[in-house]
């Protein structure tokens, strides 16, 4: 390249050689279309891939399994184990197998994967959860279904984490009752104007402070702990659709929390962290009543044994005291008030796994195709000699290369094209955006991911060295794309490298058009780095190609 | 006949367009060099050729010929030295001398997924050529290889002689002023060779330049104006067959069966016909001559009479390439 001057003598038929010509460009473009069009075995299966690769993604993600066999041991058989067995069997997400009297019973059936699931039981668990102390349920998932188990795991996170609340919910109606009991001890001390005969306001506010301050703090933890275990279970699809915003803290009483268009199996277990962070919310708020009225019956106590005798700053006390008793009471009422959510879907109602998974499908559809299927374009070219024929012709490298590549791109475009109808089709994938944009962000995206396989087969000389160094680029992409696997769970490092791969600005920006209905303009900082993605690839296979029969 | 009469077909236009090498040479170069790592595969190689020469490069195989071939087309680019083809600098203006010449590769260099009308037409197309000249040659050129009625049947399909033949018609259908030509005939039936070296005495009659590779030597002689003869990466004759043949130093060599011999009896002999060396072994008397004079024969024959030596079968035979590539590379062909 570097030798050849750019020439505009006549040739001697009347031909010039320029570095970039547009019509062997097409020429090139429209032999590989031709030798193509003459291969049917190399045809049909390269457009029934992408058919192919959306409804296996369609039918095998986006729902959740149901009834998965599930067994429990029963060690405590009380009133409560019973209500517990109850409740799982009517879960729609568990189909109990078996009830067993010991663990060994049921991790026999765990071991023949006659149940994926075991729940255990222990002794004591009703008595426990009646007089407030630890009490634990076991679960045990057989891990070799990661997926199932995965579910399975959280599900019984969240099974637990309900019964903790009705157990709580349970204590803070006793803590409101006796809550009353410090009410009216205070308001009858306060109209009996007597300190002898005070029942002891400090007393009574002594227990009621002990029995809330120990309830709290272990709701708080389990609220905390919720809240974080669903957050990362859910991490996935959340963060995949990037659909929650941020959980507001919620304060006492009423909240909303805002979610962005989630698909339907992530709204239920949402609702439960908007729930328990409603909830931490209002026992925070009653802890900081309960404080205050323990200060107030303190002062009040140390008031009348002062001066012995009522006056009117015990009763001002007494009043203080008896308003933030009220204020428990109200806080406690609050807590067990379902708070309230609101789903707002900015993106158009319905979204499921599937359109925010389409993007990245589509994305990792191209990139495959064109880091697979580029063996033949300059390697094959250069091994069955056919290559060299075009080196004879007054036809510069980079017309060569592009006019190559510039195939392989409207081929990619085409079988993109092709796995959104068939989205559509089949899973009535709805587009928000206009399908012309999408075309055009494939197009553009497709010239970089035939460019990387460009650089291979230049790099190439032969269609097997070709395979070995596409396998080298195209498995550690195809599960950094996030269709596999979720970005979100990955180590930080992989995650920045995940992040900075075309694939995934391409997904990006398809998804984008897809879900939010952007336009063009709106994504031009991906189109921006797909440009310079493309630019770079074409550099690299004009620096790597080589003229030459070697 | 495998191929048809081509007496008006190819119309080479050397003729009206821009001269070759402004002093008449298709080729030339001085001091080409190729190195494979630390393998000379060409040696300081300086050659002209002559504009509508048929030249052939004769050599075993691995003697830098396809490697000379390759450098001249600009498929490979020299190590050292310089060449101008078709008046061009080889390093400079690679594009125009690619425009100007044809090759004919030792490997088909065929779309074998394509037609023979397919192949013609792309490969017209990165000439730049126009449709409708394109079309008519390439149906022309396919009727001369007589693959006219193979047209639409791909390339991959074909028979090597078939091949061949296509492989000849692309690297004309831009009309070239040189063509190269590297081992065409080799792995080809007798039929087929006999067919393209006429087509090759054709062409190089319509006024182009051709280079001719081979290591069949007969081939070389009968088809070649001149020859180069190239061992390890150099060339170490060039001539026409005849001056080839002299450097041997002789014309022809007689050769008698003779009943008996001694060394008077051959001096005498080499001294009655004046013959610059001889030789005797298994029962043949070989002498060889500068120049064979009338009535040799007979005095030889009549001479062995009166000394009462019996005379077998004789025979005169004149000088092979094959002697003169023996003597030049001391050793025979390796194939």
């Not at chain 1, 188990?149 to 157990?167: D, T």
């Not at chain 1, 794309?481 to 075309?502: D, E, H, N």
């Not at chain 2, 260099?109 to 013609?120: G, H, I, M, Q, S």
């Amino acid at each position: 390249m570097a030798t050849e001057k750019m020439q505009l003598t006549p040739m001697h038929n009347g031909a010039v050689e320029r570095p970039i010509d547009i019509r062997k460009i097409w020429a090139i473009a429209k032999k590989n279309w031709m030798v193509l069009k003459g291969d049917k075995i190399r045809l049909f299966p390269l457009f029934l891939f992408p058919i192919l690769m959306i409804v296996v993604f369609g039918f095998a993600s986006g729902n959740t399994p149901k009834h998965i066999p599930a067994g429990i041991v029963d060690y405590d058989n009380s009133e409560f184990s019973i209500m517990v067995r109850d409740e799982l069997a009517s879960m729609e997400l568990f189909s109990i197998k078996s009830v067993s009297g010991t663990q060994d019973e049921g991790r026999k059936l765990l071991d023949e994967g006659k149940i994926k699931v075991l729940f255990i039981l222990p002794e004591k668990l009703g008595e426990k959860v009646a007089s407030a102390s630890d009490a634990q349920i076991q679960v045990m998932v057989d891990e070799s279904d990661s997926s199932v188990a995965q579910i399975a795991k959280s599900s019984a996170q969240v099974f637990a984490s309900r019964l903790s609340s009705e157990a709580t919910d349970m204590r803070l109606r006793a803590i409101s009752e006796k809550s009353m009991k410090v009410q009216n001890d205070i308001a009858g001390a306060n109209s009996a104007n007597a300190p002898s005969s005070m029942p002891s306001p400090s007393s009574s506010a002594g227990v009621l402070m002990r029995d809330l301050a120990l309830t709290y703090s272990k709701s708080a933890n389990l609220v905390q702990s919720t809240i974080r275990e669903t957050k990362n279970s859910l991490g996935y699809l959340v963060d995949q659709n990037e659909a929650v915003e941020s959980f507001s803290p919620a304060s006492a009483g009423r909240a909303t929390i805002s979610l962005l268009a989630v698909g339907d199996q992530q709204q239920s277990a949402l609702q439960q962290i908007a729930v328990y962070s409603a909830l931490g919310g209002a026992q925070a708020q009653m802890f900081k009543d309960a404080q205050g009225i323990y200060a107030d019956a303190k002062k009040a106590q140390a008031q009348s044994d002062a001066q012995a005798k009522s006056s009117a700053i015990t009763a001002q006390f007494l009043s203080v005291a008896k308003t933030d008793a009220a204020s428990v009471s109200s806080g406690i009422s609050a807590a067990h008030t379902p708070i309230t959510l609101e789903v707002l879907e900015p993106y158009g109602y319905g979204r499921r796994g599937i359109d925010f998974l389409l993007a990245s499908i589509l994305a990792l559809t191209i990139f495959q195709g064109a880091t697979m299927g580029l063996g033949r374009a300059i390697a094959g070219e250069r091994k069955d000699g056919s290559l060299t024929r075009v080196f004879l012709t007054p036809t510069s490298n980079i017309t060569i290369i592009l006019g190559t590549q510039i195939f392989y791109m409207l081929l990619e475009t085409v079988r993109s094209t092709m796995l959104i109808l068939v989205a559509i089709a089949l899973f009535s994938v709805s587009i928000s955006g206009s399908m012309l944009d999408i075309i055009i962000i494939v197009a553009i995206f497709a010239m970089g991911a035939t460019g990387v396989g460009m650089v291979l087969s230049v790099l190439a000389k032969n269609q097997e060295q070709y395979m070995a160094l596409a396998m080298l680029v195209s498995m550690p992409i195809m599960f950094l794309s996030g269709v596999f696997f979720p970005i979100q769970t990955m180590p930080p490092a992989l995650q920045t490298v995940a992040q900075a791969l075309p694939v995934n600005y391409a997904a990006d920006a398809l998804r984008g058009i897809m879900v939010k209905g952007f336009t063009l303009s709106q994504l031009m900082p991906d189109i921006a780095a797909l440009l310079a993605f493309n630019a770079l690839t074409l550099v690299l296979s004009l620096l790597l190609f080589k003229r030459e029969l070697v | 006949m495998l191929f048809h009469k081509i007496e008006y077909s190819i119309k080479c236009n050397t003729g009206r367009l821009m001269p070759e090498g402004k002093n008449g040479f298709a080729i030339e170069c001085k001091d080409l060099v190729r190195k494979f790592g630390t393998f000379t595969a060409v040696d300081s190689l300086t050659l002209q050729v002559k504009t509508g020469e048929l030249f052939g490069f004769l050599g075993p195989n691995g003697a830098g010929k396809t490697t000379t071939i390759n450098m001249l087309t600009t498929l490979l680019s020299p190590s050292s030295g310089i060449a101008r083809v078709a008046g061009f600098d080889l390093a400079t203006q690679a594009a125009l001398v690619r425009s100007r010449i044809g090759v004919v590769p030792q490997q088909f260099a065929l779309f074998e997924d394509l037609t023979p009308v397919e192949n013609l037409w792309y490969i017209g197309e990165l000439y730049e050529m126009g449709r409708g000249i394109l079309k008519m040659r390439a149906d022309e050129l396919l009727k001369i290889v007589t693959l006219y009625d193979k047209k639409d049947i791909k390339a991959g399909t074909f028979s090597g002689g078939m091949k061949q033949r296509l492989s000849v018609a692309a690297s004309l259908i831009h009309s070239p002023q040189i063509l190269f030509m590297d081992e065409p005939t080799t792995g080809l039936d007798p039929q087929s060779r006999l067919a393209l070296r006429e087509l090759t005495q054709k062409l190089n009659q319509n006024g182009i330049t051709i280079i001719y590779t081979t290591h069949d030597m007969e081939e070389a002689d009968k088809l070649c104006q001149r020859i180069g003869i190239m061992d390890k990466g150099k060339l170490v004759a060039v001539g026409t067959s005849e001056q080839l043949k002299s450097l041997q130093g002789h014309s022809h060599s007689i050769q008698l069966q003779i009943s008996r011999h001694d060394g008077k009896l051959v001096d005498e002999l080499k001294q009655l016909v004046g013959a610059v060396s001889a030789s005797y072994s298994g029962g043949t008397l070989e002498l060889r001559v500068k120049s064979l004079k009338h009535g040799t024969v007979h005095t030889l024959t009549s001479f062995l009479h009166r000394k009462g030596v019996d005379v077998g079968d004789f025979c005169i035979l004149e000088p092979t390439l094959e002697e003169v590539f023996i003597s030049l590379t001391k050793k025979d062909l390796r194939e």
